[in-house]
């Protein structure tokens, strides 16, 4: 009950000391989000952008600043939250479940983290796909608030594909899956995981589609991959108890 009342005030301070720390930084913050956009148009100038962003009122300069605050606040708190759930699970979890915490933890930031700078590096990519089907002589000037929405959304997206072999793993763990069936069923899995990619990208374009997938198929290998060692080790652990 105690880690219940706790978790979620605790949450909200590492959410609000990330935002103060983008809110501080947020010029050079703003100037990292365009970058891709700002280099796009450099490299392309048939494509009849200027690399700036606009906006439509005297307010959403700083509604945008609170947004992106917030969103990156969101994602430098996330070892903080990741732990927090955890934590909240914890007292339904077996003793040998429990031993998971630290690397379930490390393993769902670092390939978060990993998801986010993939989404960072296609974006361009994207863009320039996209650009490329507005047509020869459209004059490319973005909103601030739809290009800071696109960015978010690309890396939540990428992040949360990401923890998908987080996922698989655990539930190999606790029994729920085996690896055997998720190798027997890997063609429906490899769909699944196309599909959920199509879905979940939030530009729509086949890269990003492509650079998402891939990825988490890989992923999703490797993940079957330590549900086999993890049975290994499990049946040597049950044959030496047996002796």
Same mark, same amino acid.
């Given at each position: ?68 605050? &917030?969103? #990156?606040? !969101?994602?430098?708190? $996330?070892? *903080? ?10 007292? @339904? %979890? ?64 990428? &992040?949360? #594909?990401? !923890?998908?072999?987080? $996922?698989? *793993? ?10 055997? @069936? %998720? ?61």
């Amino acid at each position: 009950t105690g880690v219940q009342t706790c978790a979620l005030p605790i949450c909200l301070l590492a959410v609000a000391l990330g935002a103060s720390f983008i809110l501080i930084f947020y010029d050079q913050f703003l100037s990292l989000l365009t970058r891709p956009y700002v280099n796009l148009c450099a490299r392309r100038p048939d494509f009849n952008c200027a690399g700036e962003l606009y906006a439509l009122g005297p307010i959403e300069g700083l509604s945008q600043r609170m947004r992106i605050s &917030g969103y #990156g606040g !969101l994602i430098l708190a $996330l070892p *903080v939250v990741m732990w927090q759930i955890w934590r909240f699970v914890l007292p @339904a %979890l077996s003793s040998r479940e429990k031993k998971y915490s630290i690397p379930f933890i490390l393993s769902s930031v670092v390939l978060f983290a990993f998801g986010g700078a993939l989404a960072y590096w296609t974006l361009d990519k994207a863009l320039e796909f996209l650009i490329s089907w507005s047509g020869h002589g459209v004059e490319q000037t973005y909103q601030i608030s739809r290009y800071v929405s696109l960015v978010a959304l690309m890396v939540l997206a990428f &992040g949360i #594909g990401f !923890l998908l072999p987080v $996922l698989i *793993v655990f539930l190999q763990l606790v029994n729920v899956l085996t690896p055997q @069936a %998720l190798l027997k069923q890997w063609r429906v899995s490899f769909m699944v995981i196309f599909v959920l990619a199509a879905v979940i990208t939030p530009s729509g374009d086949p890269i990003s589609m492509l650079a998402l997938a891939i990825p988490m198929s890989i992923l999703f290998l490797i993940a079957v991959a330590i549900g086999f060692i993890a049975q290994r080790k499990r049946r040597n652990r049950v044959a030496t108890d047996g002796d």
